[in-house]
């Protein structure tokens, strides 16, 4: 299956910036996943990255808040902006992998202070 | 849109017993479960799944039934082992894959 990178592994933040995280796989897929998972909680898919076009996100999630980028098959970014403590949380990449299943990178700890 | 429910939220079994966990799910177009394992502090990580067109799939102390027209599934792990303590994750997807849906976790803790 695919190997997932992703950085950082974790920040401290203050409010009001923003923080890019990073994604690297090591083989070309077709769609990138972001999720979020709030202390203690499910996972909430954010945004579905695709290579060329602008990312489809979920209800309750919006581009001005966690823009995507997508420059190629391998790669992603998404970046949470303007960040207040309630976006302290563990964001995690995914990319499908040929069984159906989702393979999940390291994951993002972001703390807002 | 899909809602998946997942019980009981907390488990505890004493090593060597069976561990059952509940989900279900809404959307009748559903057709791919799978099943994660997320140990403290890692990743989420597959450990079965099933499809629609299967009723039920075993792989070693782990299985996982479907039931499409009640719309539920369940995972069973049997002879627990301490290692198996985690949260666990049920997801319901269309297409096979894409735009899943997760339930809300089961935290199985295993005893000695």
């Known amino acids: 299956s695919a190997v997932i990178s992703q950085k950082p592994s974790r920040d401290i933040c203050q409010r009001g910036t923003s923080l890019t995280i990073q994604c690297q796989v090591d083989s070309q897929v077709t769609m990138m996943f972001w999720y979020r998972q709030q202390p203690g909680q499910s996972l909430t898919l954010i945004a579905t990255a695709n290579q060329g076009s602008e990312a489809t996100y979920e209800s309750g999630f919006v581009i001005d808040k966690f823009p995507i980028s997508r420059p190629n098959l391998t790669f992603s970014t998404l970046t949470v902006s303007n960040m207040s403590p309630e976006d302290s949380s563990i964001y995690l990449c995914?990319?499908?992998?040929?069984?159906?299943?989702?393979?999940f990178g390291s994951g993002t700890r972001l703390t807002v202070v | 849109g899909e809602n998946v429910e997942q019980h009981p939220s907390t488990l505890s079994v004493q090593e060597g017993d069976s561990a059952v966990i509940k989900c279900t799910y809404s959307?009748?177009?559903?057709?791919?479960f799978p099943w994660y394992k997320q140990e403290l502090g890692k990743r989420p990580q597959l450990i079965i799944d099933i499809r629609s067109n299967v009723g039920e799939k075993k792989d070693q102390r782990i299985a996982v039934t479907l039931n499409k027209t009640a719309k539920h599934f369940s995972l069973h792990i049997t002879e627990t082992q301490p290692e198996d303590s985690a949260v666990y994750f049920c997801?319901?997807?269309?297409?096979?894959?894409?735009?899943?849906?997760f339930g809300p976790g089961t935290r199985l803790s295993v005893l000695p």
């Open positions: 959307d009748s177009a559903s057709n791919y």
């Open positions: 995914s990319v499908r992998t040929s069984n159906y299943g989702y393979t």
């Open positions: 997801a319901a997807s269309r297409n096979y894959g894409q735009n899943f849906v």
